[in-house]
């Protein structure tokens, strides 16, 4: 990974927007800071688009689309995306995202982690999800740590379903997505873009396991510095790295973007 100040300033001035995650990218300690969400204002106010990209809940996507100064959200690691068209709220879901059948299963699975993972539990925010199963390792206490999340992780896989782990939760669904696939749909239906030929216009920021499919798939990807415990667990490393972490970081890359193209004019 290179610091994020070896960002090349040409490509900086051809970017187009910015997609990044939420829970310790964007936020620190699960608070939104100041400097942070001006970043979010001063992206967009220099002309880039601003996308969060989640295993957060359809129920905050809802919210974040209709409230905060992003283009869209993109939601529940790729099952759903929203965003506003004058003033309109459109909602997109991924072809393969079950409902029904997903939630007969998903008390069962419930049943078998929480007995089988002693301290885990169903993520507080689960009442608002659409179509995934969020289980809480770490986002309030205890702490069960990273081994009880590959735990967790290996019992989603065993009853045939998608896992993913973040920096709070671990979350499982059945359907085949995540969040790059999605960010090609949203792309496709917000501004009628082909990702494929377009990608390098664009910069993804994360921070855990979850964010390693856009990793891969984009050019310029970005952490934050608290990636540091799951450099060993990914596949595929992000390009940049900030000096900061969590929401620190989110401020660097925005800082050190703006500051290529102000310098560029």
């Known amino acids: 990974m290179l610091p994020i100040a070896r960002f090349p300033a040409d490509a900086a001035c051809a970017l187009r927007g910015i997609f990044f995650d939420i829970d310790d990218t964007l936020t620190t300690e699960g608070k939104l800071t100041a400097p942070a969400y001006d970043a979010i204002w001063r992206a967009r106010q220099a002309g880039l688009w601003v996308i969060p990209v989640t295993g957060r809940p359809a129920g905050w996507c809802d919210l974040i689309a209709r409230t905060w100064p992003v283009d869209g959200v993109?939601?529940?690691?790729?099952?759903?995306?929203?965003?506003e068209v004058e003033g309109r709220l459109r909602r997109l879901f991924h072809p393969d995202a079950m409902l029904r059948s997903a939630h007969a299963r998903f008390g069962e699975l419930e049943r078998a982690i929480l007995s089988e993972v002693p301290g885990s539990r169903v993520a507080a925010d689960q009442a608002y999800r659409m179509f995934d199963l969020a289980i809480d390792f770490r986002e309030e206490p205890p702490d069960l740590g990273w081994d009880a999340a590959e735990r967790i992780r290996a019992i989603f896989a065993r009853f045939g379903a998608q896992a993913k782990v973040s920096s709070i939760h671990?979350?499982?669904?059945?359907?085949?997505?995540?969040?790059?696939?999605?960010?090609i749909e949203f792309v496709r239906a917000r501004w009628g873009i082909d990702f494929s030929q377009q990608q390098s216009n664009f910069v993804f920021c994360g921070d855990s396991p979850n964010d390693e499919p856009m990793f891969a798939a984009f050019t310029h990807?970005?952490?934050v510095a608290n990636i540091s415990p799951f450099v060993d667990q990914l596949r595929q490393l992000p390009r940049y790295v900030t000096t900061q972490p969590c929401g620190a970081g989110f401020t660097e890359l925005v800082d050190t973007l703006l500051g290529l193209r102000a310098r560029a004019t």
């Open 74 to 83: 993109i939601g529940e690691n790729g099952a759903l995306a929203f965003y």
């Open 170 to 183: 671990v979350n499982g669904w059945f359907g085949n997505y995540d969040k790059i696939a999605m960010t």
């Open 221 to 223: 990807s970005c952490a």
